[in-house]
């Protein structure tokens, strides 16, 4: 027998299972072990911050122009202040900073403009992102032409150079990468062959063996009296490097795109490039664009070896800062600064590409 | 009735370049036509620049004397042995590095990659700070940081930082006590041999009793107690015939034990953390590859949390893990190359540095060094395939 008709007043939950106290127990106390590891992580956390931030901020000099001014026991970061334009844009005449200026400003709005998803006209600005944008580099950063004076590329540095490296590096294996992933997937035995042999060759040596090869090795390959600049080496080194690894994300890209695509094409008539560029290659590029940041990410970081063969990158110019007489024993600050820079660069970058995976990842996933 | 269209069955041929056959051949020519091309106008000029410059080709400059000492070798090495050993030694500190990176980086990144899936929320998140830290900068700028911030910063020999007076570390490098084994050492070894195949008997004895009777034994507690136990009895028995040679501060350096060169600690640090938070985004993917579905089943049979993993996730989930995995240990190989940048002496630092600026043999020296890494890489992609092949799950 029900006595009672009317609804029951809903209740709060339970004190023990909402509010911090509860996600403390639920995500940090949840038993013994986890009790354990939590203190434990927690005083590597003590360990490993507290002294760092001590050093890299409280205890740290901001101000001032000479090794003299820093008095302190934390870091010193006049030694960066002082050589931060050095850092950025190497030994580049500094009258003429306004071109790189203008250059990185443009490429950052070219960038900005194709990874906002909502802006329009992404075609044309990936075009002129492709097409237009290096001439225009080109003719600022090296100058020569309208009234601009030459910029030798030993005075390149810095910052600067390792975006052009790298920038430079991508945008020329992109379309090498995907003729070598076409011929890839080609029927023709001989192209299939070379293709193969090509990208597994480059991929299986590591950067520095290229780079090696480039700055060795070119100069005997060109006809007696030919000089190649020694940036124009690297390029080629790292472009056929990269070449490789961008064949293989497009290889990735096309073989997700489903083969009746290509068949229904097929059966409208077309031929194999309006099959390709037209029907398959435009699906798969957009599921390539993780991976292709992804392989830049890395060759971001792979620029770094330049160092090696004597160019003066971020890091190279970092290090050539360190052995300065004037400014001995902070290398610390130096490499700190490098690898925040980098860092930047490449945490943005990675965030990008897994929010375009997220985005491009349309399929049921847990 | 119905008149049918006459489709026609033979038609005119086609001229020869509306046939794909006979286009892919002309194709194929030109590209063979091309590639032979640049080849020959690279050698020509090759030949022309190197006569110019008075320079022989040919690998005889492997039997000359090298010249120059090496820091640390695995083989007899002096400054009057050959480029050839050289080479070899170059080698053998690659491999050397690699591996040990390749066991530390494996190490590190699995328990990372665990931490990562960690319900604990701190735990995740710093395994999710080192990956992200560690892996978003470069590791040539991590290289410098553990050799010229680190271990150049460290002590002079004198004022050593000591870890309970056997282990000493100062700018000089890292100094272990060194094991000097006595007659009666041998056994050791032996016993570790029977103990592996005692255990691995079991295993098998194990598991045919399980399936024929619905019994068995721990056995990989047995086989743990085996192999951990039977060679320290041994140990114990014969008089444990070790001693160690403990390092000694003689004058201004130490003497006798191991010495570890600062510039392998600082290229394996290196490499050991830039891999490993590669490693760990391999294992938390893998391990989030498996569907749910697999775990609750296990469970719906009532498995215990332990057997779950072992019978159901972690099987899966290496198929998943291990080809990624095995292209980050080349990785790891490949980028020990970078040794050149603090004077690690590798194969490319000792035969594509030094020996190529003594002899001026680039040619042959690149492409040997070339040929090393590319035979590395041909090796484990050839294994590579056939263990995916094993592994593969068959469907339809």
């Known amino acids: 027998m029900i006595h009672n008709r009317t609804m029951i007043e809903a209740r709060p939950a339970p004190s023990g299972t909402i509010g911090p106290i509860a996600w403390l127990r639920a995500n940090l106390f ?16 003590y360990v490993l911050l507290m002294p760092t931030i001590q050093w890299a901020l409280i205890n740290a000099d901001w101000i001032g122009t000479s090794r003299e001014d820093c008095s302190r ?16 844009y190497g030994l580049y005449p500094g009258s003429e900073i306004w071109r790189v200026n203008l250059t990185f400003v443009t490429f950052a709005a070219l960038i900005a403009w194709l990874a906002i998803p909502r802006l329009p006209f992404k075609h044309w600005v990936a075009a002129v992102a492709l097409l237009g944008f290096p001439l225009f580099a080109y003719f600022l950063l090296y100058g020569g032409h309208f009234g601009l004076d030459v910029v030798e590329t030993h005075r390149w540095g810095g910052l600067m150079l390792t975006l052009v ?20 997937r ?20 590591p950067l520095i063996t290229v780079l090696f090869m480039a700055s060795v090795m070119l100069p005997l390959f060109m006809p007696t009296g030919v000089s190649v600049d020694r940036l124009v080496r690297a390029l080629i080194g790292i472009t056929l490097f990269q070449s490789a690894y961008m064949a293989e994300v497009v290889r990735g890209g096309l073989q997700a795109i489903p083969r009746g695509q290509e068949e229904a094409a097929a059966a409208l008539g077309m031929n194999y490039w309006k099959r390709m560029g037209l029907i398959v290659l435009p699906q798969a590029l957009k599921m390539m664009i993780p991976g292709i940041v992804n392989t830049f990410i890395s060759l971001f970081k792979d620029t770094t070896l330049v160092m090696i063969i004597g160019l003066f990158d971020l890091l190279g110019i970092v290090q050539a800062a360190l052995s300065d007489s004037r400014w001995l024993g902070f290398s610390l600050e130096g490499y700190i600064f490098a690898g925040l820079m980098f860092w930047i660069f490449c945490f943005s970058m990675s965030r990008y590409s897994q929010y375009l995976e997220r985005k491009l990842h349309t399929g049921h996933k847990r | 009735m119905s008149a049918r269209p006459k489709v026609p069955t033979q038609g005119p041929k086609p001229p020869f370049w509306r046939d794909p056959a006979k286009r892919a051949l002309v194709f194929q020519l030109l590209l063979v036509a091309g590639v032979a091309a640049f080849l020959l106008t690279i050698i020509g000029n090759t030949q022309a620049n190197l006569a110019a410059r008075g320079i022989t080709t040919g690998f005889g400059f492997l039997n000359d004397t090298a010249g120059f000492g090496i820091v640390q070798t695995l083989i007899d090495y002096s400054s009057q042995s050959t480029y050839g050993r050289t080479f070899v030694v170059g080698l053998l500190n690659t491999l050397l590095v690699g591996g040990l990176g390749v066991l530390a980086a494996t190490i590190v990144g699995f328990i990372v990659g665990i931490a990562r899936l960690s319900p604990n929320w701190l735990i995740s998140r710093l395994a999710n700070g080192y990956i992200e830290i560690f892996r978003n900068i470069p590791l040539l700028l991590q290289i410098f940081f ?9 002590p002079s020999a004198r004022d050593s930082m000591s870890f309970g007076e056997v282990i000493f570390l100062n700018v000089r490098g ?11 050492f041998g056994l050791i070894p032996l016993a570790f041999v029977v103990a592996i195949v005692a255990s691995i008997a079991l295993t098998i004895w194990n598991k045919r009793r399980h399936e024929a009777t619905g019994k068995r034994l721990p056995a990989g507690w047995i086989s743990l107690a085996l192999i951990v136990g039977l ?12 001693t160690w040679e403990v390092p000694e501060l003689r004058g201004f350096n130490f003497r006798g034990g191991i010495t570890v060169i600062p510039e392998f600690l600082a290229l394996w640090l290196a490499l050991s953390i830039y891999t490993a938070s590669f490693i760990a985004e391999i294992v938390r993917s893998g391990i989030q590859a498996i569907s749910h579905g697999q775990t609750e089943a296990a469970q719906a049979l009532s498995l215990p949390q332990g057997l779950v993993l072992r019978l159901v996730v972690i099987p899966q989930a290496l198929r998943v893990i291990i080809p990624p995995l095995t292209s980050q240990y080349l990785n790891l190989i490949k980028n020990s190359s970078l040794a050149t940048a603090i004077g690690y002496p590798d194969l490319v630092s000792v035969f594509a540095g030094t020996t190529l600026n003594q002899t001026g043999q680039a040619i042959e020296v690149i492409a040997m060094t070339m040929a090393v890494y590319l035979t590395i890489s041909l090796l484990v992609s050839m294994f590579m395939n056939w263990f995916n092949a094993r592994v593969a799950l068959v469907e339809r």
């Open chain 1, 30 to 45: 949840s038993g013994p072990i986890n009790s354990i590891f939590t203190l434990l992580g927690l005083y590597l956390l």
């Open chain 2, 174 to 184: 890292l100094y272990l006590p060194q094991p000097l084994f006595e007659s009666g």
């Open chain 2, 146 to 154: 553990w050799y010229f911030a680190v271990l150049r910063a460290m």
């Open chain 1, 186 to 205: 080609s029927h023709m035995p001989i192209v299939k062959s070379f293709c193969v042999v090509f990208i597994e060759f480059w991929r299986g040596v």
């Open chain 1, 165 to 184: 490296l790298a920038v430079v590096g991508m945008v020329a294996a992109l379309p090498i990468g995907v003729l070598l992933a076409l011929g890839r």
């Open chain 1, 73 to 88: 026991t934390g870091a010193c970061w006049v030694f960066i202040n002082a050589r931060i334009g050095q850092f950025i």
């Open chain 2, 231 to 242: 060679p320290l009895g041994v140990l114990v028995v014969t008089g444990v015939p070790v």
